[in-house]
């Protein structure tokens, strides 16, 4: 298994921007779909999105698109989160993910802990 760890969280007003990161050891990220996804108090975890092991496939969910970019650096071992334009509805607990190749939306078998964001209005 690949150990994954967000940093980058944290409290911004609405309108700004955040970017996360999200650090692996233990093994390399070549050849793993790298995911973000997020869950806000009482809700259920909500895809973010994702990108394959190329830097290709890229996909978002509908309420990222046009505000959040997905990134990864295979030689750093790292994927990013840039969040511009955040709402105070963005709120919650940014979670990376990873699984080898790709075999579904709901496959990813690495997590990390998460970073909490928290949007203010």
């Known amino acids: 298994q690949v150990q994954l760890v967000e940093s980058g969280g944290g409290l911004v007003q609405a309108g700004g921007s955040l970017r996360l990161s999200c650090a692996a050891s233990g093994r390399s990220l070549r050849g793993r779909t790298m995911a973000w996804f997020r869950q806000a108090p009482g809700k259920e975890r909500e895809f973010v999105a994702s990108?394959?092991?190329?830097?290709?496939?890229?996909s978002y969910g509908d309420f990222a698109k046009g505000r959040f970019t997905i990134s990864r650096d295979n030689a750093e071992n790292a994927v990013y989160l840039q969040m511009d334009s955040l709402k105070p509805e963005d709120t919650g607990v940014y979670l990376c993910?990873?699984?080898?190749?790709?075999?579904?939306?709901?496959?990813?078998?690495?997590w990390g802990q998460g970073t909490q964001v928290t949007v203010s209005s």
């Open positions: 993910a990873a699984q080898f190749g790709y075999t579904g939306p709901n496959k990813y078998t690495s």
């Open positions: 990108v394959l092991w190329n830097g290709g496939g890229i």
